[in-house]
């Protein structure tokens, strides 16, 4: 059985093999540099290395006000050899590190590195990537905006894992000519990063995710998904996503239910007409709601930045009842401090 207190005899980390007692002094060389990015590294590897089976993890706060939980450290060694399993990782195998390791996607880079053996190279986690032109990587995880901005950079990776929040369909429609196998992520602090993944270009593209071994999922009531993953948690795991089921292994995410507008009697999830409008918009934006006399509720698009001067015609391909019925500006968005969109506390400001 893998575990926390040991580290795969294949792992390096920028070049340079660690065993599990090398790793305090690999932490504290990375905090003594000062790098904001390479402190948070080391604060990490400090933390793993240390006696505790347990770590303390700070959710985003993208839908809600941010908290603190304990994860055990063997679920995230499950949560990894589930994910090299999944993606067939091996030994040796290089793999590259761009995201923070402030939150659970940087912290499982480097847990999968450690306990799969993976050559792992840290870069800077910015929105314009430096990747190595002349080396190939195995395996990635990013961001969409990163993704967005690093296309032509993205061939010298196999396999990519786009995870934090919905890939778009303008993005989708990108990845077509690219080389790299590339896969949205399905997951949260909770589940200790990714419990599903659907892939998003090249012949196997699929409309709905597939979990991870080990893993198995249901519905509530209200069409929410349930995620039962023992390895990963004891209890099962209610969330707000509600989800078209296939199968005990297989859903097709639809939107959050806290999210869903009810205008006139008829559900709208905003973030699949937010799907339909990707590219279209220069600028970010979100749809949601504000009351309406007749309606109950009818749709609105928010808009970051100035006033701008939007067709009509850039709403041909809604539903009428999807149409924004106004729109609004906003200078800047609030946001997490990891860039992701707070929308009700963006709403805040129209008053």
């Known amino acids: ?206 409309t709905h995710f597939k979990t991870l071994p080990k893993v198995e999922i249901s519905q509530d009531a209200e069409d929410c998904l349930i995620i039962h993953a023992p390895s990963i948690s004891k209890i099962q795991i209610t969330t707000n996503d509600v989800v078209k089921l296939y199968s005990k292994n297989e859903f097709e995410w639809l939107g959050r239910r806290d999210t869903i507008i009810n205008s006139g009697g008829i559900k709208i999830f905003p973030e699949q007409v937010e799907n339909l409008l990707s590219g279209k918009i220069k600028h970010r934006f979100f749809i949601a709601s504000e009351a309406d006399k007749t309606l109950g509720e009818r749709v609105i698009l928010v808009i970051e930045g100035l006033k701008l001067d939007l067709k009509d015609s850039l709403f041909n391909t809604l539903e009428k009842h999807n149409k924004p019925k106004k729109i609004y500006t906003i200078p800047k968005f609030i946001e997490t401090s990891s860039g992701k969109i707070q929308r009700q506390k963006t709403l805040t400001l129209l008053a």
């Not at 065993?19 to 990015?37: E, G, R, S």
């Not at 306990?115 to 990013?142: R, V, W």
Request: glycine share 6%; charged share 15%; aromatic share 8%.
């Open 1 to 206: 059985m893998f575990s926390f207190t040991t580290v795969h005899e294949s792992f390096k980390f920028n070049g340079t093999p660690y065993a599990f007692k090398d790793l305090q002094t690999l932490a504290q060389c990375l905090i003594k540099t000062q790098v904001p990015y390479k402190k948070d590294i080391g604060k990490f590897l400090l933390q793993w290395q240390d006696r505790s089976p347990s770590i303390i993890l700070k959710t985003s706060g993208s839908t809600g006000i941010p908290k603190t939980m304990t994860i055990s450290k063997q679920a995230m060694v499950n949560s990894a050899i589930a994910t090299g399993m999944f993606f067939n990782l091996k030994p040796g195998n290089s793999a590259l590190l761009c995201l923070p390791a402030h939150y659970i996607a940087g912290k499982m880079m480097l847990v999968r590195a450690l306990i799969l053996g993976l050559e792992l190279d840290s870069i800077a986690p910015k929105s314009n990537l430096k990747i190595a032109s002349k080396k190939q990587y195995h395996f990635a995880a990013m961001v969409p905006m990163q993704v967005k901005n690093n296309l032509d950079q993205l061939n010298t990776i196999n396999k990519l894992i786009v995870g934090g929040v919905k890939v778009s369909l303008d993005l989708i429609n990108r990845l077509k000519v690219l080389k790299t196998s590339v896969f949205e992520t399905y997951g949260m602090t909770e589940t200790v990063s990714h419990i599903a993944v659907r892939q998003l270009n090249h012949n196997s593209a699929k």
